[in-house]
């Protein structure tokens, strides 16, 4: 729906975003499809037998994850290279991790040995939770030095801050906990509650920030609409005299 929706809204944006856009819903249409394929095997496929969960599911080796997208939002709005520069690192740092983890996951195979990935599972997820909580700490002071007195302009802003916000620290909180759940119990699969939403949550994040410009600039356009029809006129001699 997010998809369809932008289809719908944003056909003049930079065909870099729109192919962006398109590669989210292929590649996270692929990774539902592998996450199902992960729970099929265990639990359906080989559901009471003692094999079921002494490997890792075929799919567990189709975690991605990268957030890009937001560091050069970051650049556009500080017209600062090296912070988005150290973003890019973090979120770079994140991949290796999950290309690590990855690699391990197809070695070790046996999820006994689960304790194995822990390394690389931590670069992974704590890289990629100091990305989100830069992008959100970043954004959020860069926005509040934008505003200017104006309530059309500071309205939308704030808006824009909000979303940043709820995005951020929510993407922060699901890696925060696989990573807490991961390290801490290392013998069960209960990191998967954290796990199987975050790149959904990445995805959705990314098109609800680009889905929301038209609202927020339709709800900036009637602020500031609604502010002149309240604006008395003025009626003083010179005016009138002007006349």
Same mark, same amino acid.
């Given at each position: 729906?997010? =998809?369809?929706?932008?289809?719908?809204?944003?056909?003049?944006? @930079?065909?870099?975003?729109?192919?962006?856009?398109?590669?989210?819903?292929?590649?996270?249409?692929?990774?539902?499809?592998?996450?199902?394929?992960?729970?099929?095997?265990?639990?359906?496929?080989?559901?009471?037998? %003692?094999? !079921?969960?002494?490997?890792? @599911?075929?799919?567990?080796?189709?975690? @991605?994850?990268?957030?890009?997208?937001?560091?050069?939002?970051?650049?556009?709005?500080?017209?600062?290279?090296?912070?988005? /520069?150290?973003?890019?690192?973090?979120?770079?740092?994140?991949?290796?991790? /999950?290309?690590?983890?990855?690699?391990?996951?197809?070695?070790?195979?046996?999820?006994?040995?689960?304790?194995?990935?822990?390394?690389?599972? +931590?670069?992974?997820?704590? %890289? !990629?939770?100091?990305?989100?909580? +830069?992008?959100?700490?970043?954004?959020?002071? =860069?926005?509040?030095?934008?505003? =200017?007195?104006?309530? !059309?302009?500071?309205?939308?802003?704030?808006?824009?801050?909000?979303?940043?916000?709820?995005?951020?620290?929510?993407?922060? +909180?699901? !890696?925060? /906990?696989?990573?807490?759940?991961?390290?801490?119990?290392?013998? =069960?699969?209960?990191?998967?509650?954290?796990?199987?939403?975050?790149?959904? +949550?990445?995805?959705?994040?990314?098109?609800?920030?680009?889905?929301?410009?038209?609202?927020?600039?339709?709800?900036?356009?009637?602020?500031?609409?609604?502010?002149?029809?309240?604006?008395?006129?003025?009626?003083? @001699?010179?005016?009138?005299?002007?006349?």
């Amino acid at each position: 729906m997010q =998809t369809y929706h932008y289809y719908l809204t944003y056909k003049t944006d @930079p065909k870099w975003i729109k192919a962006l856009v398109y590669y989210l819903f292929i590649i996270e249409s692929l990774n539902t499809a592998c996450d199902m394929q992960m729970m099929y095997q265990p639990l359906i496929q080989h559901f009471g037998e %003692a094999e !079921a969960t002494k490997y890792f @599911p075929m799919m567990f080796a189709a975690e @991605p994850v990268v957030i890009f997208f937001f560091a050069w939002r970051v650049k556009l709005l500080t017209k600062s290279n090296w912070l988005a /520069g150290l973003i890019c690192f973090f979120a770079i740092i994140s991949l290796g991790g /999950g290309i690590w983890t990855t690699v391990l996951i197809i070695k070790v195979k046996v999820f006994a040995r689960k304790i194995e990935l822990h390394w690389s599972a +931590l670069v992974w997820f704590l %890289a !990629a939770c100091v990305a989100d909580v +830069l992008i959100t700490v970043v954004l959020v002071v =860069t926005l509040s030095r934008r505003k =200017t007195g104006f309530s !059309a302009t500071d309205d939308a802003i704030q808006k824009i801050i909000k979303i940043t916000v709820q995005t951020g620290a929510l993407t922060a +909180l699901f !890696a925060i /906990g696989d990573v807490v759940f991961f390290m801490s119990m290392g013998h =069960t699969a209960l990191n998967f509650l954290w796990d199987l939403s975050l790149s959904k +949550l990445y995805a959705n994040c990314l098109l609800s920030t680009l889905n929301a410009r038209m609202t927020i600039k339709e709800s900036s356009h009637a602020s500031l609409n609604q502010r002149q029809i309240g604006s008395p006129v003025s009626t003083s @001699p010179t005016s009138i005299g002007a006349g």
